[in-house]
C-alpha cells in the first residue's frame, strides 16, 4: 500500500499513516523503542494527520479550536487507539457542518487504504446527542453548570491542536479553572470513588481466567484515574501538576511528595510496563484489543508474561 501513487488527498492521508504506523509497530515488536517513545513517535505522526485534515477540509480557515483529550492529549497514543477531539468555535462563528463532515471522512472513511484514524468527538459538551461544533458560550456553560467528575479529569489531558488564538486562551483559562479548583471540595474524594466503582462495573467482554489489560483492576485505566485524581485534588494549589502527561503528573507528584517515592517509581514503571503490553497487542493486529487469555497467554506477548502482569496490577491496586 505504501508504495503505491496515492490519487485523492484521502488516500495521501492513509499513506502515510500506514507509513508511520508501521515504524511504531516495528519498533514495538522488536523492542528497539521504550513504550513511551513509541507512544509519543505515534501521537506526534496523529497530530500531523489531523492538521493536514483540518486545513483541507476548511475547518482551519474557520478558525475552529481543536482540542485533544485522552491519549492523544497527553502525547501517549496507543498504537490503535481512537483519538478524542473536541472543537469549539467563537461566538461570532457560523457553523459548518460540510467542513467537519468532510474532516472526519477524510480521516475515518474505508476506501481500499484503509482508513486514517479513528476519530471519536463524542467527549464534546453534552455528549453524542449535542451539536458537534458548540460555541465557546455553549462549551462554558455546559462544564459550568453540569460538569461532571469525569469531564474533569478528561480535560487535565486537554492539549490544543489549532484555533484562533484569543478563541484558545479563552478555552485554556476556562479549563484550567474547571480541573483545578483552589479550594478542595472533599465531596470530590467521594465522586472519585463512585468513577472508581463505575469502572469497575463497566461492561466488557470476560471469561473464565482472562484479564482485560484496559479496564480490569490495576489496570491502565485505574493507574490513569489515581494519577489524574491527584492532579485534580492539589492542582488548585499547585500548578506543576497541570500538566497533560501521565509521566510529567507521576515526576511531579513524587517531587511534591504527595505520594511517596517508591510508590511514585513504581507506578512510573507499571505505567509503562502495561503500556508497552498493550502496544503488543495492537500491533499484532491493528485492533483494539484488551482481553488476554491468561491461560493461553497472547502470540504478541512474551512467554510467562501473566506472573509479572498479576504482580504489577496487584500492587497498582494496592496503592
Not at 453548570?145 to 483559562?173: D, F, K, N, Q
Not at 517531587?255 to 503490553?277: H, I, K, N, Q, V
Amino acid at each position: 500500500l505504501i508504495s503505491r501513487k496515492p490519487a485523492t488527498a484521502a488516500d495521501a492521508l492513509r499513506i502515510e499513516r500506514h507509513r508511520s504506523w508501521l515504524q511504531a509497530a516495528n519498533a514495538t515488536a522488536l523492542d528497539s523503542m521504550p513504550a513511551k517513545d513509541v507512544c509519543l513517535f505515534w501521537s506526534d505522526a496523529a497530530d500531523r494527520l489531523l492538521l493536514e485534515a483540518w486545513k483541507q477540509s476548511g475547518c482551519e480557515a474557520r478558525g475552529y479550536a481543536l482540542l485533544a483529550l485522552g491519549k492523544l492529549g497527553s502525547r501517549e497514543l496507543n498504537l490503535s487507539s481512537d483519538v478524542d477531539l473536541v472543537i469549539v468555535r467563537s461566538d461570532t462563528s457560523e457553523a459548518d457542518p460540510k467542513a467537519l463532515r468532510t474532516f472526519q471522512s477524510l480521516l475515518t472513511e474505508q476506501t481500499e487504504f484503509g482508513f486514517c484514524l479513528r476519530v471519536d468527538l463524542t467527549l464534546r459538551p453534552g455528549g453524542f446527542s449535542s451539536t458537534a461544533l458548540p460555541t465557546l458560550s455553549e462549551f462554558e456553560h455546559h462544564y459550568g453548570y453540569h460538569g461532571e467528575m469525569w469531564e474533569r479529569l478528561a480535560y487535565v489531558r486537554m492539549r490544543v491542536l489549532a484555533g484562533e488564538s484569543t478563541l484558545v486562551a479563552a478555552i485554556e483559562t476556562f479549563t484550567k479553572k474547571f480541573s483545578f479548583r483552589r479550594h478542595l471540595d472533599f465531596t470530590l474524594l467521594d465522586e472519585l470513588k463512585g468513577l472508581r466503582t463505575k469502572i469497575r462495573q463497566e461492561k466488557f467482554e470476560s471469561r473464565a481466567d482472562a484479564f482485560h489489560l484496559k479496564l480490569g483492576e490495576g489496570g491502565i485505566r485505574e493507574l490513569e484515574l489515581f494519577v489524574h485524581a491527584i492532579q485534580v485534588i492539589h492542582g488548585g494549589r499547585h500548578t506543576t501538576l497541570r500538566t497533560s502527561s501521565t509521566t510529567d503528573a507521576l515526576t511531579k507528584i513524587r517531587e511534591l511528595g504527595l505520594l511517596p517515592r517508591t510508590d511514585c517509581d513504581f507506578l512510573l514503571e507499571a505505567y509503562w510496563y502495561l503500556r508497552t503490553l498493550e502496544n503488543k497487542m495492537h500491533a499484532f493486529e491493528d485492533q483494539q484489543s484488551y482481553l488476554i487469555d491468561m491461560a493461553a497467554g497472547h502470540p504478541a506477548l512474551p512467554p510467562g508474561f501473566q506472573v509479572e502482569l498479576r504482580e504489577t496490577c496487584a500492587r497498582v491496586k494496592t496503592i
